[in-house]
């Protein structure tokens, strides 16, 4: 008899064990009651990360350094998107490489651009790239990212609504430090004199930066790192720095220095001397765990490089 009570017991322990396993890979695919995030870049992370706290565990695909215009995906890449819950990228083809993936994943699983609340009259062409292609770098104007984050709260909510006063409460706390943000930035530039407000980097990732703060901005490569340039791109950039008397220029974390090296160097031929005003960050934050790791940080980053360069 004590037996059958025993093996009764067991069974139950065991029916038990398997109720809480199920339980734990309902259709939401939580682990630790956490929602699975995957996103592209790092500054969508950073979102995800403010806005989701201990409900959510965040995977970045592409770390400090990353070009996302060239991204190859590897099959690392392919396991952390198929245990998703959540795939946040940025859209407007900025993971060029991507796209297609993005458009079959949709119909699987919760895959959301995160400008995919701005209207169209907000973005800048990517002109000589077709009607519908835009500019894709909206992290570099404060106030546009901000939509990225109502994007990501909503989505959150929508995927887990038993936490949505959560969700609320963090995207507002982030906007206001967004809000801040923005107000900083405005007061940066004021120290740089109007006509030394002249923005050169690697590539033309800073059209909407330039845009909301009031910089010229000019690249030696079109928005896409993609696109080819050659000397004729060069000579051009290194006539303009002498012509507008222009006494420092940028690189970028995720771009070759080597090509802005060469412009710099074609300047001092024509006896004008150009610094290096310092590096930016432009397609990725910086390394983990460091100020510049995360999206405010790396914005104050790219603001006070330039002021202390260009004042």
């Not at 009607?131 to 990225?148: C, G, N, Q, T």
């Not at 791109?233 to 070759?256: G, H, Y």
């Not at 005003?277 to 790396?298: K, R």
Request: proline share 2%; with cysteine; hydrophobic share 40%.
């Amino acid at each position: 008899m004590r037996r059958l009570v025993n093996r009764g017991l067991q069974m139950l322990l065991l029916a038990t064990s398997i109720i809480l396993i199920v339980a734990g890979c309902s259709s939401e695919g939580k682990v630790d009651g956490k929602l699975n995030i995957t996103t592209t870049t790092g500054m969508i992370a950073d979102i995800a990360k403010e806005v989701g706290g201990p409900y959510v565990h965040v995977i970045a695909l592409m770390g400090s350094g990353i070009d996302p215009h060239l991204y190859q995906v590897s099959q690392g890449d392919i396991r952390k998107l198929d245990n998703a819950d959540i795939i946040f990228y940025n859209g407007l083809h900025l993971e060029g490489k991507m796209v297609n993936m993005f458009e079959k994943l949709e119909k699987k699983k919760t895959t959301v651009a995160v400008s995919s609340a701005l209207d169209p009259s907000q973005l800048m062409k990517d002109e000589g790239q077709g009607e519908d292609a835009y500019d894709p770098h909206i992290w570099f104007d404060v106030k546009m990212w901000m939509s990225a984050v109502e994007v990501v709260k909503n989505t959150l909510i929508e995927k887990d609504n038993l936490n949505k006063l959560y969700y609320e409460q963090q995207a507002a706390a982030y906007l206001e430090k967004l809000t801040d943000l923005d107000h900083y930035i405005h007061q940066q530039v004021k120290l740089i004199p109007e006509q030394q407000r002249i923005l050169v980097t690697a590539h033309d990732a800073f059209g909407y930066f330039g845009r909301a703060y009031g910089i010229t901005v000019t690249g030696l490569q079109g928005m896409n790192t993609m696109a080819e340039f050659g000397s004729r791109d060069i000579s051009t950039l290194r006539d303009f720095l002498v012509e507008n008397q222009i006494k420092a220029v940028f690189v970028e974390s995720s771009v070759s220095p080597k090509a802005m090296e060469s412009v710099i160097d074609g300047a001092r031929i024509l006896k004008h001397d150009v610094s290096l005003g310092g590096e930016l960050f432009s397609d990725a934050m910086g390394e983990e765990g460091t100020p510049e790791g995360t999206y405010i940080g790396m914005v104050k980053h790219n603001i006070d490089t330039l002021v202390n360069a260009l004042r």
